[in-house]
């Protein structure tokens, strides 16, 4: 048996509230202490381990406390890293030093290893201008987990285009075939599906916490157990106690009661929850708005609220928030652009390390992208 999980993002500190860098560090321990407590032999870490490539001391004490004790029980981990993990500037990836400790296993290198009969490989995040250099890597691991008996598992931090469009930099025909579990990360969404080409299930715990990304909304987050016993790999997916999230709608005429109705609905919650209000209406007057929104000051750990204009014919011009915010710029910077593979560059590539003001990064990565254009030229 062993543990799924992906997209922890330890480090995240949200609105900048502490309490939220505390959140993701819960909820992360919460699946080391399931895993102990159901005895996994393994532990799966399938990318985006941290928020950032130098991610805070307290993040790393967190990663490396809960690896000991993984330790101390005599459970194993294997990790590859996501896009979040290392900088494009050439650097030592803060995971590495797990791996040196021999606290974790490094596997994204796509070099196979055995523990427990079980065969195991993994990739690190590979960008879509990169991947025509992996299918030989691909058809060479693919062929090594064909000649061994046991289980197989492949773990990828990698979009699928199949399940995700605007993620998506792989097809699940790419994918090496003879693998009897799919150890996913990237989507913060929990998935899992049986390709008829693949050997085994493709599986996505989601991220452990909801992430900045995703904006605000009523979810579920947690991540896979995996059963190996019997012939067929079976996950199993754990819930884990995520801080409770609101998203609702409103017309301005009715706000006084809508607040009214999330203060009952929030008040028997053990932990503060976040809430956001979506406010509609022709006319609709700032201070009113605030005066009724900081009735939820007391009750909530973080509160917003925006407003949704109307067309004449009450159309609404800003629709029902995106599922994945990320997914949603890429559809409009494709419009915009008139080309989803630079939209894909400008949003997956540059947005991040733009935001954070780094400029020797976006440079390099810049420059990295011409030079591979000039090549295929």
């Known amino acids: 048996m062993f543990s799924h999980i992906s997209d922890t993002h330890l480090g995240l500190v949200q609105y900048g509230l502490e ?32 928020n950032v490539p130098n991610p805070s001391g307290t993040a790393i004490l967190q990663m490396a406390n809960a690896l000991r004790r993984l330790k101390e029980n005599g459970i194993e981990s294997f990790f590859v890293l996501g896009e979040h993990d290392f900088s494009r500037i050439r650097s030592t990836p803060v995971p590495y030093v797990y791996h040196n400790l021999k606290f974790a296993n490094y596997i994204g290198d796509g070099k196979p290893h055995v523990y427990k009969d079980v065969f195991l490989a993994g990739f690190d995040k590979i960008r879509k201008s990169d991947i025509q250099n ?12 064909k ?3 046991g289980h197989r598992i492949l773990v990828m931090h ?10 998506g930099e792989l097809n699940s ?3 090496p075939r003879n693998f009897t579990y799919y150890a996913m990360g990237h989507l913060h969404d929990k998935f899992l599906k049986q390709f ?4 085994g299930p493709m599986a996505y715990p989601g991220s452990t916490e909801l992430m900045s990304s995703e904006g605000i909304k009523e979810t579920q987050k947690g991540f896979y157990l995996v059963d190996t016993s019997s012939g067929e790999p079976k996950p199993g997916w754990i819930r884990l106690e995520t801080r409770p999230q609101f998203s609702e709608k409103t017309g301005f005429a009715n706000l006084e009661e809508a607040v009214t109705q999330i203060l009952q609905k929030i008040s028997p919650l053990g932990k503060k929850p976040i809430v956001e209000l979506r ?13 009724q929104m900081a009735r939820l000051a007391k009750n909530t750990l973080y509160y917003t609220w925006k407003i949704i204009q109307s067309n004449k014919d009450n159309s609404s011009v800003l629709a029902d928030r995106p599922a ?6 890429v559809r409009l910077a494709s419009s915009a652009l008139g080309s989803e593979n630079l939209a894909r560059f400008a949003i997956r590539e540059l947005l991040d390390p733009l935001a954070e003001n780094k400029i020797k990064e976006v440079t390099q990565i810049v420059v990295e992208n011409f030079e591979q254009f000039r090549r295929k030229k």
Not at 22 to 47: L, Q, W
Not at 134 to 145: G, I, P, Y
Not at 281 to 290: F, K, L, N, P
Not at 324 to 329: G, R, V
């Open 196 to 199: 008829s080409h693949l050997g």
């Open 134 to 145: 992996f299918h030989e890597r691909f058809a060479q691991v693919d062929k090594a987990a």
């Open 158 to 167: 990698q979009g699928i285009t199949e399940i995700n469009e605007f993620a």
């Open 279 to 291: 406010i509609s209406g022709e006319t609709i007057e700032s201070d009113i708005v605030q005066t």
């Open 147 to 149: 000649e061994h008996k």
């Open 324 to 329: 994945n915010i990320d997914d949603e710029l």
């Open 19 to 50: 309490e939220r860098e505390n959140d993701i560090y819960a909820t992360f321990n919460e699946a080391i202490d399931t895993s102990i407590k159901d005895h996994v032999d393994f532990v799966i870490f399938a990318g985006d381990i941290f």
């Open 173 to 175: 025909t790419d994918l």
